[in-house]
């Protein structure tokens, strides 16, 4: 009872979606992104690994960032809604067809380096949302495996939206929704905060 306790209670789900939406896109970008240099680009196979791997790498910036402003108490909900709003007009980039390569390049590693901010705001919440240490552990299982549903759905989605339409700026649809998603998520995020006591 009491593991389960904190998963009544709406703002652990909403970070936990939170971090879902934000797997699905960046799990797509980078499951994609070799096809797509090597079909579309023209891309070696070790230059489409090299910049994917980039792509990852620049995701570690990100979280640093995200540690770094909630120490400096800015609100979780506040980061989570500044995030998805990059993430969005870097999804908008990406999958713009008269954008140069290297804008739209640009674009993915920002996508991965403002994305990183999310994991910080979220994982951090489970102190916040426990009542006691006992919760932390139902807290911290419930954002890995909404994380895994992001990491399997978002690959799967881009796959099918693009075969159905033959256009890879169709996925477009799919980021730009988790996108619109999350960023709703990070308004009740704040909202459920504002209502708990002052602590992390």
Known sequence: ADLVAPLREPAPWAVALAMGLYTLQWMAVMTWLPTYLVQTRGASPLAAASLTAIFSTANMPGILLGTWLLQRNVPRGRLIVATFVLM???????????????????????????????????????????????????????????????????????????????????ALGVVLAASGLGLALGIAVGRFERRLPAGV
Do not use: K
Not at 121 to 144: D, E, F, N, T, W
């Open 88 to 170: 969005a007009l870097c999804d908008i980039a990406i999958f713009s067809a008269d954008a140069p390569d290297v804008l739209r390049y640009a674009a993915v590693l920002g996508l991965s380096c403002f994305g990183g901010m999310i994991p910080a705001a979220v994982m951090s919440s489970s102190q916040r949302y426990a009542h006691s240490p006992a919760q932390v552990g139902g807290l911290q299982g419930l954002i890995v495996q909404l994380s895994n549903v992001g990491q399997f759905t978002g690959p799967l989605a881009v796959a099918a939206v693009v075969s159905a339409t033959g256009r890879w700026e169709s």
